[in-house]
């Protein structure tokens, strides 16, 4: 049973540092792995979506990566600001699968 | 193209009351799931539904709750008898393919029971 773990829990950082969220995962036979953002009373947004033979992407500010072998995924944000600030969950797609298996998130401050 | 569309955003109810919850998909959209989100948690997965059918129902209560997703007409989570448990967000997503990388996600319904 895939489970998928989000370390920290919550992450209060000054503005303009450069931060890293960890995503991990039990078994590595995934699909794909995607990033969201969640604003509070708000819906989800995907940020990253990366497939099983993909190593990492990039939007803008943010690069996510994804080692399969090790069962992590590492969600980098440069220079942060406090727009930034969200819950950021993690959720893998097993292989033929339609079910999205969540992290319970890490939520972020960014302090002006 | 209007995204996933959910009505209402925000549900009160008293216990032992229903609640019906709302999920119209992207258009072209034939496939439905609909996730719950305890506070403090992520999202679990409850049903996954194409027009007229449930397709797998495994994440959802056997007891109370029911969803259906018509040949016309929004899609529908329906909790009858509402315990302070139930409170909670409830996500829905549409797709055009059965595949985990091309749900589109609506705003939610919070569901506050008294």
């Known amino acids: 049973k895939q489970e998928v773990t989000q370390i920290p829990a919550a992450l209060s950082v000054p503005e303009g540092e450069n931060l890293v969220l960890n995503c991990s995962f039990t078994?590595?036979?995934?699909?794909?792995l995607q990033w969201f953002r969640q604003d509070p009373g708000k819906g989800l947004t995907s940020l990253l979506l990366i497939q099983s033979s993909q190593r990492e992407q990039t939007s803008g500010r943010l690069n996510a990566s994804l080692d399969k072998s090790s069962g992590r995924s590492t969600l980098y944000i440069a220079a942060s600001q406090p727009g930034d600030s969200a819950t950021y969950l993690c959720a893998v797609g097993m292989d033929s699968n339609y079910q999205l298996i969540w992290g319970a998130g890490t939520k972020l401050i960014i302090k002006p | 193209n209007a995204g996933v569309m959910q009505n209402p955003r925000h549900l009160v109810r008293r216990r032992g009351q229903e609640a019906r919850l709302r999920c119209s998909p992207m258009k072209g959209h034939s496939h439905v799931y609909w996730y719950r989100q305890l506070p403090e948690e992520g999202l679990k997965f409850m049903v996954y539904?194409?027009?007229?059918?449930?397709?797998?129902e495994s994440g959802m209560p056997k007891e109370r709750f029911s969803a259906e997703f018509p040949k016309e007409g929004p899609s529908i989570l329906r909790i009858q008898q509402v315990v302070r448990g139930d409170s909670a967000a409830y996500f829905c997503a549409s797709s055009t393919y059965r595949v985990a990388d091309t749900q589109y996600f609506g705003p939610g319904t919070r569901l506050t029971v008294l």
């Open positions: 078994d590595s036979a995934i699909y794909n």
């Open positions: 539904l194409q027009k007229e059918n449930i397709i797998d």
